[in-house]
Nanobody, 120 residues
Framework: QVQLLESGGGLVQAGGSLRLSCAASGRIFSVNDMGWYRQAPGKQRELVALSTSGGSTNYADSVKGRFTISRDSAKNTVYLQMNSLKPEDTAVYYC??????????????WGQGTQVTVSS
């Protein structure tokens, strides 16, 4: 089994910063794409940022220039540096990863979510 353990959420004032971390552990051959999603109350889960195994990154338009995704492949860990936070960034943030657990098996996993609350 594979687990994604997130940390780093919390309460911050508008304009502040937070850094989220997500570490994958378990039966892992390799980790492909890793990303962060978020879900605000009453809204659908949306992609925030993606880091591909090929080294490229993608961001939602709403966070471009404020959030930065990075990864430490040796530690199977992905980070999300969030700067200039806005109240509308308030949501539960979920880590997601495509993990190769065998020569022919790639599965998609979700973390348990971490709450980010930005006060105005």
């Amino acid at each position: 089994q594979v687990q994604l353990l997130e940390s780093g959420g919390g309460l911050v004032q508008a304009g502040g910063s937070l850094r989220l971390s997500c570490a994958a552990s378990g039966r892992i051959f390799s980790v492909n794409d890793m990303g962060w999603y978020r879900q605000a109350p009453g809204k659908q889960r949306e992609l925030v940022a993606l880091s591909t195994s090929g080294g490229s990154t993608n961001y939602a338009d709403s966070v471009k220039g404020r959030f930065t995704i990075s990864r430490d492949s040796a530690k199977n860990t992905v980070y999300l540096q969030m700067n200039s936070l806005k109240p509308e960034d308030t949501a539960v943030y979920y880590c997601n990863a495509d993990v190769r657990t065998g020569a022919q098996y790639v599965h998609n996993y979700w973390g348990q979510g971490t709450q980010v609350t930005v006060s105005s």
